[in-house]
């Protein structure tokens, strides 16, 4: 593998990886609710090109992104009973546009505009799991 980066945010003090907070700025819905839109600037990332390495080292750096969703009218459910999942849905289309500069080590990454930008599969709806799984179908 010659993986040169691997950009997320840093794992926050009770574990979690992957998360950050979102401002009540940063999501907003089309008035059908059909398109949703993710934009956010200055969100805290680290470089750590050798993660999951417990030794890795990382750089600072951030991101500005714009993620634009956008619902179909093709239903999708996904259910297991013994897993306590459930999702319900609708396949959508997705286009991303991000900026990652890492200062530290003088370098950014930049994605193609949004325009250009396409995915294979993304989906938007509403899922369940754990003990709400049951409260759900209620």
């Not at 993710?38 to 805290?44: D, H, R, S």
Request: charged letters at 20%; proline letters at 9%; hydrophobic letters at 40%.
């Amino acid at each position: 593998m010659n993986q040169i980066h691997d950009f997320h945010p840093p794992i926050s003090p009770d574990g979690l990886y992957c998360v950050t907070p979102v401002p009540s700025t940063g999501l907003r819905f089309s008035a059908d609710e059909k398109t949703a839109t993710l934009q956010m600037t200055n969100v805290a990332i680290i470089d750590q090109p050798r993660w999951p390495a417990t030794d890795a080292l990382t750089a600072p750096g951030f991101m500005d992104f714009k993620l634009v969703s956008k619902s179909s009218d093709e239903p999708v459910k996904c259910e297991d009973p013994v897993q306590q999942y459930r999702f319900e849905g609708f396949k959508a289309a997705a286009q991303l546009e991000a900026t990652i500069p890492v200062p530290a080590i003088d370098f950014t990454f930049k994605t193609d505009p949004l325009e250009a930008s396409k995915c294979d599969f993304a989906v938007m709806g509403a899922e369940v799991n754990g003990k709400y799984s049951e409260v759900a179908k209620g």
